[in-house]
């Protein structure tokens, strides 16, 4: 395991080219940018990997609550080391992954001499099925458990089930201010039917690539929507 500094953090991790391009794209580009109303807000983090997202959340909200969900235990260890190391006592864990069901289901995680922890996913071959990849079992939960209460950030980034989890909470985002969703464009999927839900729910959603503003039914690859309930 690797360390290094990023801005007041010590940020520990395992693969250093995933590190440094999601370094990139969350600190640089800043694709995880967003302005909210509440200076103490409530933040959800599912898909948080080894924390670089909770890392930034917590540096833009230094008085944050902050849930970060990671299913795969490799990356859920090193999550928790960056929690603790950086003493963020407003961060909670989660060993878990979101589905549509709560049990245990097999987590797709990259096989390859890589080791690109950050792609594990429930479709076999990864989100874009290009991946070789091996079953681990894990926790699942669903996201409607999790917004009981008012919640003012829901950021996911959970490689190609975030249809699936965003349909299974239906109408309990309302109680969800704004949500960053990363879209992967698996076979025959379209960010379509996610639009469709949200705008009926009163969210107004805008889609950025690289940091750059985009309309989604021309743009190619991952995208990540950016969603504000009115």
């Given at each position: 395991m690797h360390s290094t500094r990023l801005l007041n953090f010590t940020v520990w991790y395992e693969n250093g080219e995933e590190f440094h391009r999601l370094k990139r794209e969350i600190f640089s580009q800043q694709i995880y940018r967003v302005e909210l109303a509440n200076p103490t807000p409530t933040i959800i983090d599912a898909g948080a990997h080894i924390g670089l997202a909770t890392l930034y959340f917590a540096k833009q909200y230094p008085k944050a609550h902050i849930l970060a969900i990671e299913p795969h235990p490799i990356n859920a260890t090193i999550l928790r080391k960056n929690v603790t190391e950086n003493r963020l006592t407003n961060v909670v864990v989660l060993e878990a992954g979101l589905d549509i069901a709560v049990g245990k289901k097999?987590?797709?995680a990259d096989m390859t001499d890589n080791r690109w922890y950050s792609a594990s996913s429930f479709f076999p071959g990864a989100w874009n099925g290009?991946?070789?990849?091996?079953?681990?079992?894990?926790?699942?939960?669903?996201?409607?458990?999790l917004l009981i209460k008012p919640v003012d950030l829901?950021?996911?980034?959970?490689?190609?089930?975030?249809?699936k989890v965003l349909f299974e909470a239906g109408e309990s985002l309302l109680k969800v201010k704004v949500?960053?969703?990363?879209?992967h464009p698996r076979i025959h999927k379209t960010p379509e039917k996610i639009v469709k839900l949200l705008t009926k729910l009163g969210f107004e959603t805008d889609f950025y690539q690289e940091g750059y503003l985009v309309d989604w039914r021309k743009a190619k690859g991952l995208l990540v929507g950016e969603s504000h309930h009115n």
């Open positions: 097999a987590l797709q290009k991946l070789k990849t091996a079953p681990l079992l894990v926790e699942t939960i669903i996201l409607s458990s829901l950021k996911l980034d959970i490689e190609g089930m975030e249809e949500i960053l969703w990363e879209f």
